[in-house]
Nanobody, 120 residues
Framework: QVQLVESGGGLVQAGGSLRLSCAAFGLTVSSYAMGWFRQAPGKDREFVAAISRSSSRTRYADSVKGRFTISRDNAKNTVFLQMNSLKPEDADVYYC?????????????WGRGTQVIVSS
């Protein structure tokens, strides 16, 4: 059974940093492109960042470019999202996904999310 388990969310002041982790079980992250999405209540899920299977390509939403960094540690079967210079509008539930990225990222497996709260 495939499970993606996000952690690292919490409350942070505007301008601060958080590092989200996504641990994979029943799935080898090195075999997948991995992505992060976020969703606010009542809104559509929004793409945040993705990294190709080989890690040679990364993609970011314009709203997070220069502030967020996606990375993977294949030995730990884990993907990370380093979030710096956080803004109140970054507050959402963040979801990890495993999938493919021929051009844009397409998720096949999804985690349950971790909450990020940014105080102004």
């Amino acid at each position: 059974q495939v499970q993606l388990v996000e952690s690292g969310g919490g409350l942070v002041q505007a301008g601060g940093s958080l590092r989200l982790s996504c641990a994979a079980f029943g799935l080898t992250v090195s075999s997948y492109a991995m992505g992060w999405f976020r969703q606010a209540p009542g809104k559509d899920r929004e793409f945040v960042a993705a990294i190709s299977r080989s890690s040679s390509r990364t993609r970011y939403a314009d709203s997070v470019k220069g502030r967020f960094t996606i990375s993977r540690d294949n030995a730990k079967n884990t993907v990370f999202l380093q979030m710096n210079s956080l803004k109140p509008e970054d507050a959402d539930v963040y979801y990890c996904a495993a999938g493919t990225m021929p051009i844009t990222f397409v998720g096949d497996y999804w985690g349950r999310g971790t909450q990020v709260i940014v105080s102004s």
